[in-house]
C-alpha cells in the first residue's frame, strides 16, 4: 500500500522576506570585505610608488649635490678668488630629468654674515667692547656687523638683543648682559624651555631667542648664516646690507660704488677700494675693519634645490664646506616635501624661492 505525504505549503511572504534579506546582508558583507581589501590594496599601492618615487627623487639630488661639488673643486682650482661672475654662482634653469624636472642654485654662505661668530664673545671681551665703543670708535666687530647688520633691514638692533643672541650660542650659563636671558629667564616662559648653548643651527631658530620673532628670523634669512665655525664675509658676493654693515665709514651710496669695483683680486685691493670711498688711509682701515673679518674668497656654499616629480615636489638644501680645491665635505642636508598650498609657483603661496634671495639682493 502506497503512503502518500501531505503536500508542502509553500513560504508565506514573511519567509521569502527574511531570505531576502538574508541575502542582502551577506551580499553587503561580502562587498564591505572586498571593498575593505581594495581600499588597503589602493593604499599600499599607493605607499609604494611614492617610496619608489621618494628613493628615485633622492638619488637624482644626490647626483645634482655631487655635481655641484666637481664645479665648486674645478672653480677653486683655476680661480683664487670666489664672485658672483663665476659658472657656480648662476642659477640653474629647470633641468628635465626621467619623469620630473629639477631645478635650483648655489648660494655663496660666506656672503652672509655669520650670526654664530657671536660665541667668540666672553663676559670679558662683551663689557671691554661696549667700553670702547662707548668712545665712538669706528672699530667693526662681531657684534657691530650683526648690529648694524640689523639696523639696516629696520630692525631692533639694540645691544641687549645681541647679547640674547651671545647668550644663545655660547656654552656657558653665565649671562653677558644683565638684560640678557639663559636659563632662569627661559624657564618663566610659557611653554617653558631651555637656551641652545649651541650654535644655531638655522636662521629660523633666531625665533626662539628672547626678544625676537619669527619676522626677525624671515627678514635676516638672505642676509644670515649659521655656520658652526668662525666665518669671515666675501666681499665680493657680500649684498649691500652687508657691505654697508661692514663699517660705520661706508654708507649706501659708498657700498654701491664698492660694489660696482668688484670683483677685488686680493683683500688688499680691496681695502685700497676702501680708502678712496672712505677717504681713509688703508693702514688705518686695516684697523678700523679687522682682516680676520672680510675674505675675497668663499668656503661655505648652500646648494637650493627645487625637484618634481609627477605628483612629489621636494625641497632640498645641502650645506656644504669646500677646503682648498681637493676637499669638500657636506656638512647637512635637508630634504622637504612641498605641498600643493605651498608651492612657489602658487602666487598665494606665502613660501619664498630661496634661489631668489642672492638674485634679488645682487640688485639692491
Keep these: 500500500m502506497t503512503r502518500i505525504s501531505p503536500p508542502v505549503p509553500d513560504p508565506t511572504p514573511a519567509q521569502r522576506g527574511i531570505a531576502l534579506i538574508t541575502v542582502?546582508?551577506?551580499?553587503?558583507?561580502?562587498?564591505?570585505?572586498?571593498?575593505?581589501?581594495?581600499?588597503?590594496?589602493?593604499?599600499?599601492?599607493?605607499?609604494?610608488?611614492?617610496?619608489?618615487?621618494g628613493e628615485q627623487a633622492l638619488l637624482l639630488l644626490l647626483g645634482a649635490e655631487s655635481w655641484v661639488q666637481a664645479r665648486l673643486l674645478e672653480d677653486a682650482r683655476h680661480s683664487s678668488i670666489?664672485?658672483?661672475d663665476e659658472g657656480w654662482a648662476r642659477r640653474l634653469p629647470p633641468l628635465p630629468v626621467e619623469g620630473g624636472v629639477l631645478a635650483g642654485c648655489v648660494i655663496d654662505l660666506n656672503r652672509r654674515i655669520n650670526l654664530n661668530n657671536l660665541a667668540w664673545y666672553t663676559n670679558k671681551s662683551w663689557a671691554d667692547e661696549l667700553a670702547t665703543d662707548y668712545r665712538q670708535m669706528p672699530r667693526t666687530t662681531r657684534r657691530t656687523l650683526v648690529r648694524d647688520l640689523m639696523a639696516n633691514l629696520g630692525l631692533d638692533a639694540a645691544?641687549?638683543?645681541?647679547?640674547?643672541?651671545?647668550?644663545?650660542?655660547?656654552?656657558?650659563?653665565?649671562?653677558?648682559?644683565?638684560?640678557?636671558?639663559?636659563?632662569?629667564?627661559?624657564?618663566?616662559?610659557?611653554?617653558?624651555?631651555?637656551?641652545?648653548n649651541h650654535p644655531l643651527v638655522d636662521t629660523a631658530?633666531?625665533?626662539?631667542?628672547?626678544?625676537?620673532?619669527?619676522?626677525?628670523?624671515?627678514?635676516?634669512?638672505?642676509?644670515?648664516?649659521?655656520?658652526a665655525e668662525d666665518m669671515p664675509v666675501n666681499v665680493n658676493t657680500a649684498p649691500l646690507p652687508v657691505l654697508v654693515a661692514l663699517s660705520?665709514?661706508?654708507?649706501?651710496?659708498?657700498?654701491?660704488?664698492?660694489?660696482?669695483?668688484?670683483?677685488f683680486p686680493s683683500l688688499a685691493d680691496f681695502y685700497k677700494a676702501l680708502s678712496s670711498i672712505a677717504g681713509e688711509p688703508a693702514q688705518t682701515l686695516y684697523g678700523y675693519l679687522p682682516a680676520e673679518l672680510v675674505?675675497?674668497?668663499?668656503?661655505?656654499?648652500?646648494?637650493?634645490?627645487?625637484?618634481?616629480?609627477?605628483e612629489l615636489h621636494l625641497a632640498y638644501a645641502s650645506v656644504m664646506y669646500r677646503q682648498g680645491s681637493n676637499s669638500i665635505q657636506v656638512l647637512s642636508r635637508t630634504v622637504t616635501p612641498i605641498p600643493p598650498m605651498d608651492d612657489p609657483?602658487?602666487?598665494?603661496?606665502?613660501?619664498?624661492?630661496?634661489?631668489?634671495?642672492?638674485?634679488?639682493?645682487?640688485q639692491s
Excluded: M
Design 24 to 53: 542582502l546582508l551577506l551580499l553587503v558583507f561580502v562587498l564591505t570585505i572586498v571593498g575593505s581589501l581594495f581600499y588597503r590594496h589602493q593604499i599600499h599601492l599607493q605607499k609604494a610608488t611614492r617610496s619608489i618615487l
Design 82 to 84: 670666489d664672485s658672483l
Design 159 to 196: 645691544d641687549h638683543r645681541i647679547a640674547a643672541l651671545v647668550d644663545w650660542v655660547d656654552s656657558d650659563a653665565w649671562l653677558v648682559s644683565p638684560e640678557s636671558a639663559e636659563d632662569n629667564e627661559y624657564l618663566l616662559l610659557d611653554p617653558p624651555y631651555r637656551p641652545a
Design 205 to 227: 631658530e633666531i625665533a626662539l631667542v628672547q626678544g625676537f620673532s619669527g619676522a626677525d628670523a624671515l627678514a635676516l634669512e638672505p642676509y644670515a648664516a649659521t655656520v
Design 248 to 263: 660705520p665709514l661706508v654708507s649706501v651710496e659708498d657700498a654701491r660704488r664698492l660694489a660696482a669695483r668688484r670683483p
Design 295 to 310: 675674505s675675497v674668497t668663499s668656503q661655505y656654499f648652500l646648494l637650493q634645490a627645487d625637484f618634481r616629480l609627477d
Design 345 to 362: 609657483g602658487n602666487t598665494d603661496s606665502p613660501r619664498p624661492d630661496p634661489c631668489q634671495f642672492q638674485e634679488v639682493t645682487d
